[in-house]
């Protein structure tokens, strides 16, 4: 088998979680941080597929998990996006780096705020060092992507407390100098806007 063949093959054995398979690779010398087209490797393959003991086995076999793919995704960063706790555990277990951001310039909290994954955002604020009050490109902090990209349901309103609870600056402006305040109030999320005023938002 080529160089070339091997690390198909193991990438595709990463997809489909076969951990038999990833172990005879990786004593063939395959190289653990190979990437395919879309520059992801073998354990993000195996994470996004749900693969957690192929995960596991690459963690231990010593897979950079850092590494990001074309569209900034790694397993820590697909997992806040897409609410798969026990991917994020495994990620924060392993020393993920929290501070790398997704192709919007969030930090791993910013689309767990925003999608609502409230499991997720307490994994990160009682487990990391994960920064609060993070800007990404847009100029919004995880509050208030929060605040304006949901439904300002129950969900929502749970992350905002416990963001709130752990350091979120509920002065921080958008990039047009809108505190969280107002725009909790164009978008009618009177709940919400209760939330901020007991912390102290203005």
Same mark, same amino acid.
């Given at each position: 088998m080529s160089d070339n063949q091997l690390v198909q093959s193991?990438? @595709?054995?990463a997809s489909q979680g076969d951990v038999a398979a990833l172990q005879s690779y990786v004593a063939q010398g395959v190289d653990l941080n190979a990437r395919n087209k879309q520059k992801r490797t073998a354990i993000l393959l195996a994470a996004m597929n =749900?693969?957690?003991?192929?995960?596991?086995?690459? +963690?231990e076999? #010593?897979? =950079? +998990?850092?590494?990001?793919d074309e /569209?900034?995704?790694n397993p820590f960063l697909f997992g806040c996006v897409n609410g798969?706790?026990?991917?994020?555990? *495994? *990620?924060?277990?392993?020393?993920? &780096?929290?501070?790398?951001?997704?192709?919007?310039?969030?930090? #791993?909290?910013?689309?767990?705020?925003?999608? #609502?994954?409230? @499991?997720?955002?307490h994994e990160?604020? /009682? /487990?990391? =060092?994960? &920064?609060? &009050?993070? /800007?990404? %490109?847009? #100029?919004? %902090?995880?509050? +208030? @992507?929060? +605040?304006i990209l949901n439904d300002g349901g129950e969900r929502q309103q %749970?992350?905002?407390? *416990?963001?709130?609870?752990h350091g979120a600056n509920v002065h921080m402006v958008d990039k047009y100098g809108v505190t969280p305040l107002t725009l909790a109030r164009q978008k009618g999320y009177t709940e919400i806007e209760q939330i901020l005023l007991e912390a102290g938002a203005k």
């Open positions: 193991f990438l @595709e054995a =749900d693969h957690y003991d192929a995960v596991a086995y690459l +963690i076999a #010593g897979a =950079d +998990i850092d590494l990001q /569209t900034c995704f798969k706790l026990e991917l994020v555990k *495994m *990620m924060v277990k392993a020393n993920t &780096n929290v501070e790398l951001v997704t192709r919007f310039g969030g930090v #791993g909290i910013t689309p767990a705020s925003e999608k #609502g994954h409230v @499991e997720i955002v990160l604020l /009682t /487990t990391t =060092d994960i &920064n609060v &009050n993070h /800007t990404n %490109t847009c #100029g919004w %902090t995880p509050l +208030i @992507e929060a +605040i %749970t992350i905002i407390k *416990m963001l709130i609870e």
